[in-house]
């Protein structure tokens, strides 16, 4: 008679391993995450997980450890239909002849869109359950993300020179506030003011975005201190670096989310330390673009939060946090010479609850814990190139790829599944992709 | 009548594209190598190949691209049994508490031979089809180069402490040259005599080794300034650094493979340069260990011949090369500043032609060339993740990884078919290093 006092949920996922990434770090052996719905309802052994619930979907993962879903914290999604465009280019000859005429020629809603729908399937092909985006017509980025179910932080984006998507600042937010409104009560939708840089935003533009992001309480996305020619530009035109500029604008504090950081003196680190702003660790595109590296090191000495980004396809050609976050655990050691820097459960945390944190959604999302959202990750570790296993968190950080990646739930939704995209043709966005492919190749 | 002239062949491949990394680095668009026994005989349109050949075995590879055997020029083949098994500690305490007592407990023929089956298992099918070893037991790692078909360059390790395998360096030589000897008539097995580093090798054994090398015409293999330790350590014995020390004993040569060179001076760099030493850049472990990362961009300035290597899975955790090379090219970027540095074509071929004109070899492998032996790679690049393809060379530097890895040729032989190992119960390699995983596991 005991099965009558089973309580009938969603889903239970029973795996090797879960990693929690919560404030404890627990790596649980032979446990189970309970799904009702979109939310996790508990997380117990699997010995006693059937005494308890029914279910209506199981999964038995043996070999597997469940994570969070990866945070992609810093995306560009649109411009996967640039990756391989142009590539190992100084950056000014790379933007002027290369990505910024072809923009200029073909970002459209169309382009938006399929481009968007490109990179969300890699994503989840990832193991990304979240992204945080910046680029021109973010309603087709969220029609993507809504078509997918991938949740999505999207910038309303902020320029002083006209695109095809809008021609001042005053066009650009009154676009982005009109989306920000259609989408309100899409849940897995949010959004941030996305001023696109120091060097391409006004004073009086953030002092604007300023005000409508203490009003409408919503966080602010931009690039920071990303290359040395940007903060030289600033100390010629403002006389102080972009750091010290956007403070006295206000911009800098905790709702901020400032993506790559890679040269900051001891004043900017301070301020950004200070104002407890989030920074977006982007180590392949600062490789790539050859804007450096960013010193994490003295980041997590002063207690920043740090999150991990992929940047666009133009500029890393893989959106992929698990390599990420394993490049951002070799750089650091590499950089200080000491490898006890950044231990393997930070590196983790940097993928997926510092991002959360970042995005103020860690109350949701980020970690497998009670009443939180079922954004989960299921990553096979069976195979030759993973064993032997004396450290599945190590296995995980070192040694898997996206390649492991076999299952993905966003919202207690299954995502993918035995490695395939569920509900989707993979097929056709291939094809998808060849069609541009064949487009841009003409220019 | 003409099918009566066509010429009966092994193999025909066909390939969207072929990458040959030869001298004219050509990126070929549907042609076809054609193998008869070991050797490439021909490279030709594939509308013209069945015109002129009849194979026994054909390959039609839509969006694959075909490029040389990845060449992975350091490895300790059988220390894939450490994988995992101590991260990111001080590398003191990484040594002393962990590697060595595990080595001095486990290290026999039996240790040797099973973590050699091992990661031979996981090269192949990363698309390394020779590596460069450094280990005890040299007779036990070829032995499982032999079963599996890998082209293999096996150190005599030297070394001037005892160990399970040998005493002292006459012990060691002694065994060494009894192993080559051995294996002296076996196709794909080359030696190097492999004093293990200066900081653990007498100068009177470095003489010998190098009366040894140039009487017997062979190369030598060797760590040389991976960390700043080993060089002021080296300073305060000797009074010079380990390049300096090694150049006075007659080391240094054009027959020298050096790993890693993390850390040199102007002076040091000249006499590598001048000398023609072979430098095998392992960016992964280099980084991972804390030792630093190594400036490739001076060496290549130098004209240096830079190869990759993997080093041990107890320091990168991944025998593959595809993300060495992906990590150099991003690399050499970060620390210049300059986003040209390492262009598409030199990364691959350090991954392929430099790692065979280290070892000597490349007379018969490294390249696509008619008459060189056929160790050859096919990567798919179909999947969503490398879509669009403006550029099939970017794709596969910056976008695959290991796990698009399809077929895989060695000497002619197909090794992996599929992504699966021919010949070869995946699964009887997996339990393999489960049974080390539980006896490591103890102590």
Same mark, same amino acid.
């Given at each position: 008679m005991k099965a009558l006092n089973k309580k009938n949920i969603s889903t239970i996922i029973s795996a090797s391993w879960i990693f929690t990434s919560d404030l404890e770090s627990q790596l649980l052996s032979d446990y189970s995450v309970v799904i009702d719905n979109d939310k996790i309802i508990d997380l117990l052994p699997q010995s006693k997980v059937f005494n308890e619930y029914e279910a209506h979907d199981t999964y038995q993962l043996t070999d597997h450890i469940l994570i969070p879903? +990866? @945070?992609? $914290?810093? *995306?560009? *999604?649109a411009m996967s239909l640039f990756k391989s465009f142009a590539d190992d280019l100084p950056l000014h000859d790379w933007l002027n002849n290369h990505i910024w005429p072809a923009e200029k020629e073909f970002v459209s809603p169309s382009f938006v869109k399929d481009g968007s729908i490109l990179a969300l399937s890699e994503m989840i092909k990832s193991g990304i359950t979240t992204f945080n985006d910046m680029y021109f017509y973010p309603n087709e980025t969220a029609e993507a993300a809504k078509e997918l179910g991938v949740?999505? !932080? @999207?910038? =309303?984006v902020v320029l002083n020179f006209p695109t095809n998507y809008a021609t001042d600042p005053e066009d650009y937010l009154l676009k982005g506030f009109g989306f920000r409104d259609k989408w309100r !009560? /899409? /849940?897995l939708i949010t959004t941030s003011i996305a001023p696109h840089a120091p060097y391409s935003v006004s004073d009086e533009a953030f002092t604007m975005i300023n005000t409508y992001s203490e009003e409408l309480r919503i966080s602010i996305h931009t690039h920071l201190h990303e290359t040395k020619w /940007? @903060? /030289?530009? #600033?100390?010629?035109?403002?006389?102080m670096t972009p750091v010290q500029r956007l403070n006295n604008l206000g911009i800098i504090g905790p709702s901020l989310m400032a993506a790559h950081c890679v040269h900051c003196n001891d004043q900017d680190m301070a301020i950004l330390a200070k104002n407890k702003v989030s920074i977006i660790h982007n180590p392949s595109s600062n490789m790539k673009l050859g804007s450096g590296i960013a010193d994490v090191a003295r980041m997590l000495e002063q207690s920043l939060n740090v999150c991990l980004g992929t940047d666009s396809s133009a500029s890393n050609n893989r959106l992929?946090? =698990?390599e990420e976050m394993r490049l951002a655990a070799l750089l650091i050691k590499g950089s200080t010479n000491l490898p006890e820097s950044m231990p393997i459960k930070e590196a983790i945390k940097m993928a997926t609850i510092n991002g959360a944190k970042a995005l103020g959604l860690d109350g949701i999302i980020g970690s497998i814990e009670k009443n939180k959202k079922a954004d989960l990750v299921a990553i096979d570790l069976s195979k030759i190139e993973n064993q032997p296993i004396y450290d599945p +968190? #190590? $296995? =995980?950080?070192?040694s898997s790829s996206r390649s492991d990646v076999n299952y993905v739930w966003i919202n207690g939704k299954l995502k993918l599944k035995d490695k395939k995209l569920v509900q989707i043709n993979e097929e056709e966005i291939i094809q998808l992709a060849k069609k541009w492919q064949i487009k841009l190749k003409k220019i």
């Open positions: 879903g +990866l @945070i992609n $914290t810093h *995306a560009h *999604a949740r999505g !932080n @999207i910038g =309303l !009560n /899409e /849940e /940007e @903060i /030289e530009d #600033s100390i010629g035109k403002y006389g992929d946090i =698990l +968190l #190590s $296995t =995980l950080v070192y």
